[in-house]
């Protein structure tokens, strides 16, 4: 680096006597004391192979912004999810991240602070998750240490992210025109001399037109080829090989020959085909950033679905504020037309909501009061009244948000071999283009460069390159749209090759209810009875608590304190100051081991003073669950029900819906050891389930499908997440999967078919450099539309009776 220059930041070093920062035993000029402390603290880590790695210099560093604010609890609700006591998370968007090599100093430095759980960045989307132990260190000092690094963190808002990608638009947009206005000039040059061949032309004329075509095709290089530029260098420094590098290669090279040829005399010249190279290898970067950015805009759109003001009710009247000032237990309005703020339930009237963003359900659904809402669905109905449950980083849309966000950090298997593949046909295609040298050197000298260019360009893995991450691009985005979330990168590839369904059944293929002509209340009303379930299932994210809030939506509204769930037992808390307990018998009536056999598996609410009411919980079949098990049985896929419910319901459900294999009254182990069986049978198997003891089975199937309304477990341990109720949305997961597959097999096969046709062509002359491009381009293009084909038509499923609602006692 440039001694003028700040080995930290690249800015210009002061005139005044040098500030020196040293790393890995050297003394460094730096610009200012904070890209000193920034190099030294990289260097104190042992991270200053990152100024070897990285592909541009850091930002300036003037001194460590005050990130105090974080830690407010306001802008903490709205930001900072807290999954327990020791563990939170937080998504942010970050400036000045360029490329892996950030990302590589990123990780490793934040990983090394006490306090840090997990760090995860998506350098392509400048985000950077963060998992920390707020007892040990705060947030504040967290995102402090990031800047240090020379990158600025801001809060994952929608303006942040408009921004963010308007740059990103902006930079490829102005590279792109400088390219095509070079190409057509270059192109201009290039008729001209060509048709002086044949017609005779002054050969001052014929330099004047050689000079133009060199002041017009510098640009295009040095500014437009850019990328490619700074690409193959970061991948020589990290030692591994992909497509920028034949790229940055063929550019230079045919250049270099050009302008040498300019400046002694020489014959050819090649400045038209290599603008126009540049120009179609910048037309393809620019489709698949725009798929890019399509993929994108589903989970962006989530982020945009939060409001930002909402309308509380006080003594006073409505008072419009800030959604960060909202308050569990505060009731808001929300108008016709307007997005509901926060998670919370109806308070009334019945309404129509339109989650179609958050769920898939195209069709507004119709709520009744006490039912549950979620922040950024659209009020069709209004205005409303809403009781907050949930505020900002706490709801439902931001935890959609985070599960994409973690997915698209990863990299998947096929993505990973995808590379491995390219790298390796990078150094094939480098063999060729030197023994294609050497030959024509041989044989005809005059003729060398433009075959080895021909070789070097006609050759680029891009196809290879794009041909699995755009196929995976296009099925999460499309899936996301349709309410079924890819959590893991893997579980596409997984749930296409599945060739047996396990299914839980409580709140999976059934839906729980409590009747209200069955609940035998012993004290108080019925009503009454129904308020006190629904106050104390009111955080409870089960099926049955579900069905109790829907049972207790019309009785009067109740609010519970002090809430205690004991799993595999029940909830108590405290409502009006009396204590109350719902569950099973022996939890509810404080008697363990006591005789509850006449209570059967009803839920017993009960107080100090004895039983207050049972309910007796009955079930019915989901709407299309018998259309999804004759659909996956008519493809050839077994399905069988692993449940821990008693062995008469489960064989009942099973008749209902045809199915042979099923297990009742099975732990978690129990389910495991069933899993295991499968496995080592050679099956490759999908789980799908929704309770807190479906999690070991799902985080240990080969493909994880979570229910939307399930526990947050069984969401954290799957691997894909159907956002609604709808079961037919697995159907179009299945299709969609395979159908991914199949594009992504033609992708390569037409990049392997491409590359095996083209090169012996380009190898023996006949493909000339300026064809070569467009051919390398073009096929990069084939693959990108191609994969935008997946999900393009809608799936459509055999037609199947609703099934009756069949109550089981």
Known sequence: MNAQACFHCGEANPDSAPILARVQGRQHAVCCPGCKAAAEWIETLGLADYYRLRSGPAQRHDGVADHAAWDRPALARLHVRSTSADRAQVIVLVDGLRCSACAWLIERALRGIDGVLDVGV???????????????????????????????????????????????????????????????????????????????????????????????????????????????????????LSMDTPVALAVALIYLASMINVFVGGHEIYFDSVSMFVLFLLLGRHLAMRARHRAGDVVDALARLQPVLAERREAAGYTTIAVHELEAGDIVRVGSGAAIPADGELLGPRCRIDESLLSGESTPIAREPGQALIAGSLVIDGPIEVIVRHIGADTVLAGIVRMVTRAASERPALARLADARAARFVVRVLAATLITTLAWAWFDPGRALPAALAVLVVSCPCAFALAVPSALTRAVAVLAQR???????????????????????????????????????????????????????????????????????????????????????????????????????????????????????????????????????????????????????????????????RAARVAHIA???????????????????????????????????????????????????????????????????????????????????????????????????????????????????????????ASSIVVILNSLRIGRHATAWPDAPRPVSEAVA
């Open 122 to 240: 998506n350098a392509l989307a400048r985000r950077v998750s963060l998992e920390f132990d707020p007892r040990r260190i705060k947030l504040s000092s967290l995102l402090a240490a990031l800047s240090r690094l020379g990158y600025v963190p801001h809060p994952l808002t929608a303006g942040m992210i408009d921004s963010q990608r308007q740059r990103e638009s902006r930079a490829a947009l102005k590279r792109l025109v400088v390219a095509g206005l070079g190409t057509m000039q270059a192109m201009m040059m290039a008729v001209a001399l060509y048709a002086g061949v044949f017609d005779g032309i002054d050969p001052a004329v014929r330099e004047f037109f050689r000079w133009i075509g060199f002041l017009v095709a510098t640009p295009v290089v040095l500014y437009s080829a850019q990328p490619f530029f700074r690409g193959a260098v970061r991948e020589w420094r990290a030692r591994r």
């Open 483 to 645: 309410g079924v979330l890819v959590v893991d990168a893997d579980a596409l590839e997984a749930l296409a090759r599945a060739d047996r369904f396990i299914f839980d059944k409580t709140g999976t293929l059934t839906e729980p209810n409590f009747e209200r002509a069955r609940v035998e209340v012993i004290r108080g009303s019925l009503e009454q009875a129904l308020g006190i379930a629904a106050a104390l299932e009111q955080s409870n994210s089960h099926p049955l608590g579900l069905a109790l809030r829907r049972a207790g939506a019309s009785a009067p509204l109740k609010t519970a304190t002090a809430l205690r769930h004991v799993q595999g037992a029940g909830v108590e808390g405290d409502i009006e100051g009396i204590r109350y307990r719902l569950g099973r018998a022996d939890f509810s009536l404080h008697a363990p081991g006591a005789d509850t056999a006449g209570d059967g598996d009803a839920l017993v609410l009960a107080d100090p003073d004895g039983v207050i009411a049972r309910f007796p919980p009955s079930e019915q079949l989901r709407p299309a669950a018998a259309t999804l098990i004759r659909t996956l049985g008519d493809a050839g896929i077994k399905c069988e029900i692993l449940s821990g419910d």
């Open 655 to 777: 008749g209902l819906l045809a199915i042979d294999e099923f297990t009742a009254a099975a732990s978690p182990v129990d389910k495991l050891a069933r899993l295991a069986v499968l496995r080592a049978q050679g099956h490759v198997v999908a789980m799908v389930g929704d309770g807190i003891n479906d999690a070991p089975v799902l985080a240990a199937a080969d493909v994880a499908i979570a229910i939307g309304e399930g526990s947050a477990m069984a969401h954290a341990a799957s691997g894909i997440l159907l956002a609604s109720s709808r079961l037919e949305s697995l159907l179009e997961a299945r299709h969609v999967a395979a159908e991914m597959l199949v594009r992504l097999k033609q992708n390569l096969n037409w990049a392997l078919a491409y590359n095996l046709s083209a090169v012996p062509l380009a190898a023996l002359g006949f493909v000339p450099p300026w064809l070569a491009a467009i051919g390398m381009s």
